[in-house]
């Protein structure tokens, strides 16, 4: 089974703070994603990243994938308390019959105060 | 498009009692999933399908059932229930491997 370590599990900072949160793995995974959840909502995508090296950015957000592709970051510029919620990687194996299924990261709950 | 639906929304079961956690999606997605989620645990994968009539265990498949007679709709099965249930379950479905997944709003069980 693969294993997605995500840190911090908590984070708590003001608006306007930086953060970085990562997801590290001794696993090789084809692609990994992101996605934000809210209280009693499905998660929902923020991007997939499939290159080793692979560097994205949406508004605020900026993502990357690590050279061997084992580990993955996501970086938040400025934060707003709109930016609340909790963040999972995930990721499909890159050997064997995977299906498409994703190993998930157990989360890292963002708190952003006004 | 309404994505993926999932009914009911919360539900609370007595200890052996049986139910189906119900699942459709419009989006032609050959394949679907369906993951438990608990405080501080991520998600872990139950069942998953990857078109009509194939379905496969995940990581946590014990006390669970699940059929794909069309490509839409992907309904869990809880036999006997047991408060090690009690937990928030979603329904996905992605158009392929390298796609993102489109996730229901989920059903929050409470087993007692």
Not at chain 1, 11 to 40: A, D, H, K, M
Not at chain 2, 56 to 79: C, I, Q
Request: aromatic share 12%; net charge neutral; charged share 15%.
């Amino acid at each position: 089974t693969q294993l997605l370590e995500q840190s911090p599990q908590f984070l708590s900072i003001q608006e306007g703070e930086n953060l970085t949160v990562y997801c590290n793995s001794s696993s090789v995974f084809s692609s990994l994603q992101w996605y934000r959840q809210e209280p009693g909502e499905g998660p929902v995508l923020l991007v997939t990243v499939v290159t080793g090296g692979e560097v994205k950015k949406l508004k605020r957000l900026t993502f990357q994938f690590g050279d061997a592709r084992k580990d993955s970051s996501l970086h938040i510029t400025a934060a707003q308390p709109g930016d609340t919620g909790l963040y999972l990687c995930a990721g499909t194996n890159a050997g064997g019959t995977s299906y498409g299924k994703l190993t998930f990261g157990q989360g890292t709950i963002l708190t952003v105060h006004p | 498009n309404a994505g993926v639906t999932q009914t009911p929304k919360f539900r609370i079961l007595k200890i052996g009692q049986s139910m189906t956690l119900q699942c459709a999606q419009d989006m032609n997605h050959n394949y679907m999933y369906w993951y438990r989620q608990d405080p501080g645990m991520g998600l872990k994968l139950i069942y998953y399908s990857v078109g009509a009539g194939i379905t496969d265990k995940g990581e946590v498949p014990n006390g669970y059932n699940v059929s794909r007679s069309t490509t839409e709709d992907f309904p869990l099965r809880l036999e006997l229930a047991a408060p090690s249930q009690t937990s928030v379950y979603f329904c996905a479905s992605r158009w392929t491997v390298n796609y993102g997944y489109t996730f229901g709003s989920g059903t929050r069980l409470t087993v007692v």
